[in-house]
Structure formats: structure tokens, C-alpha cells
């Protein structure tokens, strides 16, 4: 079995190295806050002092950090020259792309396989090893990445060269933000224009509107397969990291030179449903702001 450093242990890391120690790899385990080491400790992870610590003699570095310039300063600081040579290092963070490419090209530069492997599914997920992994790197990075990525998800897609998983994340996350924001206006105009919300989505659902936001994540409570929407809005993905997401697709798509109209008004709406007090609610709560009067059917 391996021995894996794992670095950033929150809501979501901490699950991922609970499942790589389950699997019997020595994980070893390092974060800034003491309540996620307790964790990690609890969950068979080893605890180390420092991040130069965890990654010394590994097989495998993971970090779950939560953006760009933590990912740069830990590489850079604590991982680059420290962890050996053949160590494969996955960076499972959502990040930009430019951090993610520019990162990858200083692991190269310094002798390393490194690659970016961001991942679809929250916390539940994370938990229970049912991630799907995008990664970007070169085949030889994705060969030696796959089987840790593997006991942490259901599926390992690979993407790209390096920066190509963050490059599919957040344009999967902005398509999201978008069906979303086009579903809940469309619930609310329905019901204005005197649709039952069930019998709407008994047609949409099975019409040229529906899409993944209807049919699997419908927003409003007592429609569809249970969701967000039947517990208050609580738990799920949250609105909050929904913002972060589309943030950073709007920023590639202008590095890009992309036309993105949609993902530009998603963002907005995100912006100022989180501005109102929302970034902790499930992302399909939003349907609450794009009607203040609207209220779900009783
Ligand atoms: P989190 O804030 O719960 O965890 C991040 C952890 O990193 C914290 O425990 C923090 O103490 C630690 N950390 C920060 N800087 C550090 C450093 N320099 N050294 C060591 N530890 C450090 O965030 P999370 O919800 O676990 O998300 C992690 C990443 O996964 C983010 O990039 C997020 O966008 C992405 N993501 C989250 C979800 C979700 O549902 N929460 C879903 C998909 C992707």
C-alpha cells in the first residue's frame, strides 16, 4: 500500500482521506485548523506538522484546497522539491485555469508528474467515494493518478493536459448555473401564468425544456425526486460555491475571448442572491429571490 500526503482537510478533503485510508494507504494528513486533523486523526489518517512534513518519503500528494492561491503557495512552498521525485501530485481543488497550468509547468520544470483532477459531487460524495474526477495532465500523470483517484470516486474521466479538468469543472458548473437559473424562472412564470408546478413538470420533464435542474435537482419542494427543495434548501451544493464556480468560468472565458452572455447573467443573479444572505442555501433556492412573492405549493 501507498503512502499518500493529503492537504486540506475541510468538508470535503476530509472525506476523500478518510476513503484512502479505508482503501489501507498510509495517509498522512495535514491542514491549518486543529478541528480537521482531530478528524482526520479519528478516520486513520496519520497527523502531520507541517505540509514540508506530510509530503516527505510519499508515493502520492492530494491537496483540497479552497483556491487558486492556496494551491500555488502550498506547491511552491511545501511540495516542489520536498516530496520525492516520483511522487505523483493531484491537486483535486476547484481552481482557475491559468493557476492550475501554471502550477502543473513549475512540477514539470522541477521533475514532477503532477495532475489537476477537480471533482463533481459534494459532500455526500466525498463521503461515501462516489466523486467523479476530471483530470487534466499527460497520460503518464492520469496512469499513475487514476488508482488513488479511484478509491475516492465512482468515476475518473480524463480530460486533457494539464488545466483541461479545471477547464471542464467550471464550464460543467456554468451550463449548471445557467439550466438552473432558466428552470426557476421558468417554475415561477408557470405558476403566475396559472400552471400547477407538478403538472408543468410532468410535461417540461418529459418536453424540450427539460434538462438535468428539472428532472434530477427540481427546485421546488414536493416535485420531482426529493432534493434540495423538500429540506428547506439546506445541504446540497451551496450557493456560495456556485458563485466561486461561475467567477471563475467568467474569468476564462475573457482570457478565453468567449462570448458567454448566460454564464455572465447566472453569475450575476448568484451575486446577488449570496449578497442577500444566501450563500449558505442550496443553489436552487435561488428560485426564492427570482420571485420574492412566489412560495412553494403547500
Ligand atoms: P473547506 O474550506 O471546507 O476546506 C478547505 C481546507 O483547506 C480547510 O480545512 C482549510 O483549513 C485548509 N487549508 C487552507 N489553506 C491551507 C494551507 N495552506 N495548508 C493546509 N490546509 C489549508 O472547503 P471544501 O468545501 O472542502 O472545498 C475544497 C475544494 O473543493 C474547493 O476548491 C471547492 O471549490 C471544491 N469543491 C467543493 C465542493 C463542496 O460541495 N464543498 C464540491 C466540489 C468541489
Redesign the pocket.
Known sequence: MAKIAF???????GGMAANLAKAGHDVVA????EA?LERAKANGCTIADS?EAAVEGVDAVVT????GK?VA??YRDSVLGKAPKSAILMDC???DVATAKQVADEAAFAGYAMVDA??SG??AAAEGGTLTFMVGGSDEGFVKAQPYLEKMGKAVIHAGDAGAGQAAKIVNNMLLGATMAATCEAFVLAQKLGLNPQTFYDISSKASGQSWSMTSYCPVPGVGPETPADRGYEGG?AAA?ML?DLKLAMEAAQAAGAYTPMGGEAEELYQRFVDRGGANKDFSALIQMIDDSWTPPA
Not at 7 to 13: A, F, K, S, T
Not at 30 to 33: K, P, V, W, Y
Open positions: 492537504i486540506g482537510l475541510g468538508n470535503m478533503g495535514f491542514d491549518l485548523a480537521a505540509a483540497m484546497l479552497p483556491a492556496h503557495g502550498v481543488s476547484t481552481i477537480p471533482v459534494g459532500i451544493f460555491l466561486k
